[in-house]
């Protein structure tokens, strides 16, 4: 089979996008898109992406990890396929559409930047001093000193390979806090089995969890290793936030085609 593919990045979170509106890419197996996301023997990509149709909806996004097999709710994905949609002729400034944890508002601006709002977060768990949280995907929030000199595979794989994790599997976030509006977050993330540059749910999780411990504002500049973001949210009550929009770049890195 011939595909058409685009790579687009978030950050320097990576991902691989097919123009699925047709349904030609239903049959892609969990093998074939393990290939195409392996930076050895395929593209190259943290995950891959199906822009699908979906009556009612913009579009609706269908997420695969980089393992080849269907994954949760990918913020700079959701990102990165909102800019592909406006460049596949779905000219729009906002937009709405359907997700593996459900429908998803976004906003395109003139300069590029890409606004995508987040599922409510009803509840926030301590976990022996950490956090566990969920933005559309399972996170756990640590906060550590020196966070750019931390061994963020080794201690994130623990904990993500731990027994209370193991089965399900989770993604692990090592948070510096900089100032009141600025934090830096670095991500060992389930399914790609390895740190990414960025990771959107990531960094709404530690944005939240910050507040949250009262250490943070609520409008926030989130450093990673691939560039910045923002988040901004409100607070319900003491475990729940709502209006949470998470903005930052989306660009299309390059084209092609390949045989598989």
Excluded at 8 to 18: M, S, W
Excluded at 138 to 150: A, E
Excluded at 156 to 163: A, C, D
């Amino acid at each position: 089979m011939q595909i058409q593919f685009y790579k687009y990045q978030g950050t320097g979170n990576d991902f691989i996008v097919l123009d699925n509106r047709d349904g030609k890419y239903d049959k892609l197996t969990n093998k074939e898109v393990k290939t195409l996301c392996d930076r050895r023997f395929g593209i190259g990509a943290d995950g891959l992406m199906l822009l699908n149709t979906n009556n009612g909806y913009d579009f609706e996004m269908k997420y695969y990890n980089s393992n080849g097999l269907e994954g949760s709710m990918c913020g700079n994905g959701g990102r990165c396929l909102v800019k592909f949609a406006w460049e596949m002729g779905n000219k729009k400034s906002k937009y709405t559409f359907k997700a593996s944890d459900g429908i998803h508002e976004a906003e395109l601006d003139f300069d590029g930047i890409v606004s995508l709002r987040m599922n409510d977060v009803k509840e926030i768990k301590d976990y022996h001093g950490d956090f566990v949280v969920d933005t559309g995907s399972p996170h756990y929030v640590k906060m550590v000193n020196d966070v750019m000199t931390y061994d963020v595979f080794r201690k994130g794989q623990e904990i993500r390979k731990s027994n209370a994790f193991n089965q399900d599997g989770i993604n692990v976030n090592f948070v510096e806090q900089q100032s009141d509006d600025e934090i830096i977050v670095r991500t060992y993330e389930r399914g790609v089995e390895d740190e990414t540059l960025s990771c959107g749910t990531g960094v709404t999780a530690s944005a939240i969890v910050c507040y949250h411990n009262e250490i943070g504002f609520n409008d926030v500049t989130v450093k990673t290793r691939g560039g910045k973001l923002s988040i901004q949210f409100d607070r319900l009550n003491d475990d729940s936030y709502t209006n949470i929009w998470l903005r930052g770049p989306a660009e299309r890195v390059y084209e092609g085609s390949i045989e598989i």
